[in-house]
């Protein structure tokens, strides 16, 4: 064959059907994971006030807990790339909701920082195995949209915790944050076991690999084992300059997820429902600039992604700069650089997911954007402890100088990547 898998999915509605089957429930899975992955923020000054825990003592089990997630997005993009994708992403998830559970009994600090770290172990499960199955069902075409699209799905969960968290918390109390996402989430694992399947030949369709005739790749992946993977990751330079490039967008936008709420409160004056709406904001503004810069990007700098992403972060510098210095009580300056923060922070991530996908070979997508993940949660290692620390020795103003610089880095990254791509396609 020689038809894009869009061409192929018009022509026969049976395939259309399960693509975009596989899309809406790896969306809902994905959000869900978000869902009980950032209702901790909401929680943070009630567990300190009632609990008697310092900021300090939250941020290092965040640490903990980015660093264990980052390992483990590599090691089950391995995984996931020898597995069902299906089964691994429905397990972290009912995993993840019971470890929501658990956090919402607890009261002590070593608990909740061996409940936090296993709930972001079992977090490292979901994006691994929805990175496979778009690398299985869409093509290389429509990679960054489609990406895009999934992507929104994670901003939809952490935008719905952001609503519900504190209606939560003033009517029933910190616990009930954890509780009630983590029975939902428990719920819809099964949900996902029904809905997914790993692959369109599962179902006796091609593979797109079949049906856009890409034959040599397919030949490639199938002589992978763990060891050929994970070489063939770790030895590509290109991978190690978007990771290193995700890194820092993770310090900026880690740092606004797991502190912003409170931020707000503590530098701005906010309310706990102010604050939740703002990051609400934060996440939903992301939809929008993944969407925009993911269609722009598949029509117009399909083979030069990493110019866009570049001028997002610089974008991010920019609004960073410009949330020093807005006044406190000026509620739509504030909603202009939290929001415009969740688009141009969002935009790179997605952008990175589609040029690894562009530049590996098939079956080591998961792992390759696993390990990507893994170097973004050692940035949000550096965010969770390190923004703490800072907060509490030279105040919020030091965190956003620190996010700044994040930002800046991650934009000469993106250089070195465009360069490194025009350089290769000499």
């Not at 994006?127 to 799905?153: D, H, R, V, Y």
Request: net charge positive; with cysteine.
């Amino acid at each position: 064959m020689s038809l894009t898998a869009r061409q192929y999915a018009r022509e026969n509605k049976e395939f259309n059907y399960w693509r975009v089957r596989t899309m809406y429930s790896i969306m809902i899975g994905y959000g869900l994971f978000y869902t009980v992955r950032q209702n901790l923020s909401f929680a943070v000054p009630s567990m300190c006030s009632e609990l008697g825990i310092s900021k300090s003592d939250i941020g290092f089990a965040m640490s903990i807990g980015a660093i264990i997630y980052g390992v483990g997005k590599f090691i089950f993009g391995l995984v996931g790339d020898r597995y069902s994708a299906r089964y691994v992403m429905a397990i972290g998830l009912f995993a993840s909701g019971l470890m929501n559970i658990f956090l919402g009994m607890s009261s002590l600090l070593p608990l909740i920082v061996l409940f936090f770290a296993l709930n972001q172990c079992f977090q490292s499960m979901g994006s691994p195995p929805c990175s496979k199955m778009l690398a299985n069902w869409f093509g290389k075409s429509e990679q960054a949209s489609k990406w895009s699209i999934w992507n929104t799905s994670l901003h939809v969960g952490g935008a719905f915790a952001g609503f519900i968290s504190p209606w939560l918390l003033e009517r029933s109390g910190w616990r009930m944050v954890f509780y009630a996402p983590g029975i939902i989430a428990v719920l819809a694992s099964f949900f996902i076991i029904n809905r997914l399947r790993d692959t369109p030949k599962s179902l006796g369709f091609p593979s797109v690999d079949e049906i856009e005739g890409v034959e040599p790749r397919v030949k490639i992946c199938n002589k992978l084992n763990f060891r050929k993977t994970a070489k063939l990751v770790l030895t590509n330079k290109f991978v190690w300059t978007l990771g290193f490039a995700n890194m820092f967008i993770y310090i900026n936008r880690m740092t606004f997820i797991n502190w912003g709420p409170t931020m707000l409160q503590e530098a701005r004056g906010s309310s706990s429902f102010f604050s939740g709406h703002m990051m609400a904001l934060f996440d939903l503004s992301g939809i929008v600039g993944a969407l925009i810069v993911g269609h722009l990007s598949d029509k117009y700098f399909r083979n030069k992604r990493s110019v866009p992403a570049m001028l997002c972060m610089l974008c991010v510098v920019l609004l960073n700069l410009l949330f020093l210095y807005i006044p406190k009580n000026s509620i739509i300056l504030n909603v202009i650089c939290l929001g415009g923060l969740g688009a141009f922070m969002t935009a790179p991530i997605v952008l990175i997911n589609a040029l690894i996908a562009g530049h590996i070979d098939g079956k080591a997508v998961a792992s390759a954007i696993g390990f990507s993940g893994t170097m973004g949660y050692f940035g949000t290692a550096l965010a969770g402890f390190g923004t703490a620390r800072i907060a509490e020795t030279l105040g919020w103003n030091a965190v956003v100088v620190f996010t700044m610089s994040a930002a800046f880095i991650a934009s000469i990254l993106f250089y070195i990547s465009a360069r490194s791509q025009k350089n290769s396609n000499k």
